[in-house]
C-alpha cells in the first residue's frame, strides 16, 4: 500500500521528558528531513542536526534516524526526531512538521495500521503489539513478546494450511479418481487429520481463561461477616491504608479494588461488604455487588474473626477458596491452636503475623492458574470467537452422515477461512477500526 499522504505524532511517553521522539511516515518523509534538518542524513544513523522551520527559525538541535521503505516498521519512508522533552520544543516541532503539504497529524494506532496494510505484521501480531506497549508485569511482557514474535500467528497458519491441502486432496479425488497421479481413497488420511485438528483446537481454546489471568489478572475476592477483619488484610496486602477500617460494622459499602505484582502475574484484590442478613438498604446494595463479584472471582478469601466467629451461609461461588481465621494477636495460646487446626491460615493484620504467608499462597494460586506463560494461548476473545468457528464446520465436515464430499470440503473451506479471519489474512475491513483505536497516536 502506497500511502497519499504522511503522518506525524509524538511517539515517546509523556511530556515534559528528557528526550521525546517524534515520528513521521510516508511519501513526504525525505522532503521534511532535507528541509528542517538542512539536508538528507545517512540511512539507519543517528546524525546530529539542528532542526529549522522553513523561515529559518531555529527549533532545536537533537538527533534524527532515517528509514528507507519498505525496510522499515510502516514499509514507508519512515523517520524519528529526536529532540528535548519540553512541552513548547514538541509543541513547536509537531506544528512545523504538520504544516508541510501533504503531511497531518495521526490518528490513533495509524502507524500500526499502515504496518499491517503494508504486509509488516498480521493482525495477531499488532494485538500483540498493543499488549506489549500496555504491559505492566513481566508475565505479560513475556506472553505479548511472544504472540509479537508470530509464535500465536504460526500457529494458526498452519492449521490452515492443513485445512487447505485436506480440501485439495478430497477435491482431487472428487475430480480426477480416475487419473494415475491422484491417489486414491485419500479421504480417511484426511478426515483422520482434520478429527485431530479439532482435538487440538478445542485444547488450545481451553487455554483461553489462562490468557485472561495473564493479560488482565488473576481476581481474588474478599468475604466475610461485618468485621472479620476485610478491610484490615486488604490493607496489609496492599501494603497501604486502601480501605477505610472502624469497629462499625457495615463500613465496607462498596467494592474496593487494589492490583499487586506478585511473582510477575497481575491479581486483583477485591475488598467487599461484610455478608449479613437484614442489612440497611445501602449496605444490601454492596453486598449484593459482593456476592456478584465472588461470582466472577478466580479465588476467594473467606474470612471468620477467630475470637467471635461469624458464619456467612452458603459461599456464593464455586471458586476454589481459603478458609482464612483472623485477629490471631486476640486470641491466647490455646485458642490460637484450635484456630490453627480449624482454618487454613490463621493471620494478624494489626501485626501481620501470617500475611506474608498468605499473600505467598496467593501467589502461587495464581502461577497454577496462569500455567506456563511460554504456552501458546489465543490471546483475544475475538481468537476464541472464531477458533469455536472453525472447530463448528470441522465437525460438520468430518460427520460421517454429512451428505457428499463436495459439502464436506466447502466446511473445509469455511473453516480455513475462519482461521484465516485471526490474522487478517481474509475479511478483515470490518474489524481494523476497533483494533487500531486501542493504541496510542504514536503508534
Not at 91 to 108: K, N, S, Y
Request: charge should be negative.
Amino acid at each position: 500500500m502506497i500511502s497519499g499522504d504522511s503522518i506525524v505524532a509524538l511517539s515517546s511517553g509523556r511530556l515534559p521528558a528528557g528526550v521525546a521522539v517524534l515520528r513521521i511516515s510516508g511519501p513526504q518523509t525525505r522532503f521534511v528531513i532535507e528541509t528542517i534538518a538542512g539536508g538528507m542524513v545517512k540511512e539507519r544513523a543517528a546524525v546530529l542536526r539542528k532542526f529549522k522551520a522553513p523561515d529559518g527559525t531555529v527549533l532545536d538541535s537533537g538527533l534524527i534516524i532515517f528509514f528507507p521503505g519498505p525496510a522499515s516498521f510502516t514499509g514507508e519512508d519512515v523517520a524519528e526526531f529526536h529532540v528535548h522533552g519540553g512541552r513548547a520544543v514538541v509543541a513547536r516541532m509537531l506544528e512545523t512538521i504538520a504544516a508541510f503539504d501533504g503531511v497531518r497529524h495521526a490518528e490513533p494506532g495509524e502507524f500500526t495500521r499502515r504496518a499491517f496494510l503494508n504486509g509488516k505484521l498480521d493482525l495477531v501480531e499488532t494485538e500483540a503489539l498493543a499488549d506489549l506497549v500496555n504491559a505492566e508485569t513481566e508475565a505479560q511482557r513475556r506472553f505479548a513478546v511472544q504472540n509479537a514474535d508470530g509464535v500465536q500467528s504460526e500457529l494458526y497458519m498452519s492449521w490452515r494450511r492443513r485445512l487447505i491441502h485436506a480440501r485439495a486432496m478430497i477435491e482431487a479425488e472428487i475430480d480426477f479418481a480416475d487419473e494415475d497421479d491422484v491417489p486414491g481413497s485419500v479421504s480417511d488420511t484426511v478426515w483422520s487429520d482434520v478429527r485431530a485438528m479439532v482435538g487440538e483446537i478445542d485444547r488450545h481454546i481451553a487455554g483461553f481463561h489462562a490468557a485472561e489471568i495473564i493479560r488482565d489478572g488473576f481476581e481474588v475476592v474478599i468475604l466475610g461477616a461485618p468485621n472479620a477483619g476485610k478491610s484490615s488484610l486488604f490493607n496489609a496486602l496492599a501494603r497501604r491504608d486502601a480501605a477505610i477500617v472502624t469497629d462499625e460494622p457495615g463500613t465496607t459499602r462498596d467494592l474496593l479494588e487494589v492490583t499487586l505484582d506478585l511473582g510477575g502475574l497481575r491479581v486483583r484484590l477485591t475488598d467487599t461488604a461484610g455478608l449479613r442478613d437484614a442489612p440497611g438498604k445501602v449496605e444490601a446494595i454492596g453486598i449484593e455487588k459482593a456476592r456478584a463479584k465472588a461470582n466472577r472471582a478466580d479465588f476467594l478469601l473467606l474470612l471468620e474473626d477467630s475470637l467471635s466467629p461469624k458464619g456467612i451461609g452458603p459461599v456464593p461461588t464455586t471458586a476454589p477458596l481459603l478458609r482464612v481465621g483472623t485477629k490471631l494477636d486476640l486470641l491466647n495460646a490455646q485458642a490460637a491452636s484450635d484456630a490453627a487446626s480449624k482454618y487454613d491460615f490463621v493471620i494478624s493484620a494489626m501485626n501481620g503475623i501470617g500475611v506474608e504467608a498468605l499473600l505467598a499462597e496467593i501467589g502461587r494460586r495464581a502461577a497454577e492458574a496462569a500455567g506456563d506463560v511460554g504456552d501458546v494461548l489465543p490471546s483475544r476473545l475475538r481468537h476464541v470467537e472464531l477458533l469455536g468457528e472453525a472447530n463448528r464446520h470441522l465437525r460438520r465436515a468430518t460427520d460421517d452422515h454429512a451428505a457428499g464430499q463436495e459439502l464436506r470440503a466447502e466446511e473445509l473451506r469455511l473453516a480455513a477461512d475462519s482461521l484465516g479471519r485471526i490474522v487478517g489474512a481474509i475479511d478483515v475491513e470490518d474489524m481494523l477500526d476497533v483494533i487500531f483505536g486501542q493504541f496510542c497516536i504514536g503508534k
